[in-house]
């Protein structure tokens, strides 16, 4: 896909950096054409370049969305996704444990914008029926939360947004499209914090809308273009996905490892959590012994067969719930500390 946008006329193995910040064009009319979107090409760095629309291209090929819009943070995608949904005297149903960040994002709408945010337990899905209101034009969903891992039925949440005209949007920075793609379980709109999994190395701070054109694209001409959360042309080709399947491995030890942890030391609490209580393979301390510290992998809960991107009872019928994951490592190095 990518070799359909930036053609590779030097060879090339990498997507070059444009750092243009305005293009030429034949005519007057070449620019019209192009400013009015009658003809492909590009005129002002801040509304898009060919490094941006790999990038661009890439995430929306990873999700299985129609579109995407890259842009300078993962805040900047959560407000653009907001603003793009949303308007003053209108109501979103939100969850209580999620991104501080986004939480304090919500209350100061309601305070400068007349947006009010209803915060629920999103590990059920019925608590967003009910908070429903006449003017909800919104669901927002994280899952896994950060920095909870807590877990919200994706599929059950957008079926009820579905029923009563509602957008939603989900927050998939923690688990990636490598285990889950939300928009293929009903959700209009993906956000990601790019800064995290999808950059990967701690050497970024970028954000990523994903999802439907008509919302992809409204934010590109609204959001984006007033508010001024571009995208820098050197980190776009920095977020690439070249290496995002290692990471989305090791990152999804590392919330396996996390989830074990917590649920060695004390019981599941019921829906929502993303495991069920682990146990571990040594209550010894030694640590010339690494496996003394790990969680073996015969004592982990049966995934079954592998269906990224669900979210389904476990096999016993309980009221837990677990993220169905595409990969699984055998057990993670860390030390319980």
Known sequence: MLA????????ALSVPIYPASVYAFTDADEGAAIHNEEKDGYYYGRLGNPTQRALEAAVAELENTDAALAL???MA???AAIFTLVKSGEHIVAPQSMYATTTNFLHHLKERFGIATTFVDATNAENYRAAIQPNTKLFWIETPTNP???ITDIEAVASIAREHGIATVADNTFATPF???PCELGVDAVIHSATKYLGGHSDLTAGVLVGKSEVVEAARHGANKFYGGNIAPQVRVACNSRHQDARSKNGTAQLQCLCDREYARRPSKGRGSL??????????RDRKTSDAWRIRRDDRLDLGTVEAGKILPTASGSARWRLRLAVWKPFCNTPHR
Do not use: E, F, H
Request: no cysteine.
């Open 179 to 181: 285990n889950q793609r």
């Open 77 to 79: 995608a959560v407000s």
């Open 72 to 74: 300078a943070s993962g």
């Open 148 to 150: 909870l891992v807590l």
């Open 4 to 11: 359909t946008i930036i053609p590779r006329i030097t060879g």
């Open 275 to 284: 495991l069920p209580r682990a146990r571990i393979a040594s209550k010894s």
